[in-house]
């Protein structure tokens, strides 16, 4: 007989232990239910979250070593989080590694129509639509957790001060808010989601369709729209891209030398 370390006892052990530092801080993640199923550890949340919530549970997850195992999604049409410590990542088919990655190109593109868009586009700064581009650009690469195609579709749009979802502005400056909507039933990683959101602190995860403007109505695949008849519920996710400043515009130095 054996006397190694059981190591399938592990993930549940792990779970456990994640399950109850959730538990600790329900409260204030305004957690309305939990459960625990084996390695699985579940919380329900309310149909509409910020993203201050998905970053403290990643910040949980990360604490108890199993931040590339947690994931968002919706279940019976509710939001939840969830940590599924026996969880491993799939491995990409070497077709997939090789797929020329086209997401910058998008977020370009998405930018430079907004750009056009009027006077209050050229009101936005640099920084801003930097961010907007690196956003995108990660939220594109976001897969379900089994790899699959997670988002249903997505949007860049210019709001006024005072418009639903625009962030708050001094002096009247519009800002960018990009929208995002995952399919129903499909959970991603926490871990993707909050990199690809970490410069837009501010922001909304929702199943609920009436929690936003019909401006953020996003469109539905005809899979997605089956499932919503029913009961699963598409996510939506609202960032809110920050204002940045731009850098002052450099000046030549006394004594550097002018090119003529």
């Known amino acids: ?9 592990k993930p549940v052990e792990v ?18 239910k939990s459960s625990l199923n084996g390695k699985i550890s579940s919380h329900v949340l309310s ?23 947690s994931f968002v999604g919706s279940i019976s049409g509710e ?29 370009a593109r998405a930018v430079a129509r907004v750009r ?19 956003t995108i650009s990660e939220i594109l690469k976001v897969k379900g957790a089994s790899g699959e195609n997670a988002l249903e579709s997505w949007a860049l749009s210019l709001r006024k001060p ?14 960018l808010v990009i929208a995002a ?3 129903a039933g499909v959970a991603i990683s926490i871990a993707s989601m909050s990199n690809a959101i970490k410069l837009c602190k501010d922001g909304m995860i929702t199943v609920g369709s009436d929690a936003v403007v019909s401006d953020f109505n996003l469109p539905m695949t005809e ?11 598409s996510i939506l996710f609202l960032a809110s891209v920050p204002h940045v400043d731009d850098p002052p515009p450099s000046s030549a130095k006394d004594g550097d030398k002018i090119e003529k």
Do not use: I, W
Request: hydrophobic share 30%; glycine share 8%.
């Open 1 to 9: 007989m054996s006397s190694g370390v059981n190591t399938a006892a």
């Open 15 to 32: 779970a456990k232990a994640f399950h109850a530092r959730v538990q600790s801080v329900a409260s204030t993640l305004r957690v309305s």
């Open 47 to 69: 149909d509409s979250t910020g993203f201050t919530t998905l970053f403290s549970f990643q910040k949980l997850a990360l604490g108890e070593r199993c931040g590339d195992k």
């Open 79 to 107: 939001l939840v989080l969830s940590v599924n410590a026996a969880y491993t990542r799939p491995e990409q088919s070497r077709s997939k590694k090789r797929s020329f990655d086209t997401t910058a190109e998008e977020a």
């Open 116 to 134: 056009k868009s009027g006077k209050d586009a050229d009101s936005v700064t640099e920084g801003s639509y930097d961010v907007a581009k690196q």
């Open 162 to 175: 005072g418009e639903y979802g625009a962030a708050p502005s001094a002096d009247g400056r519009p800002s």
């Open 181 to 183: 909507r995952v399919a």
């Open 223 to 233: 899979q997605c729209r089956e499932a919503h008849d029913r009961g699963q519920k």
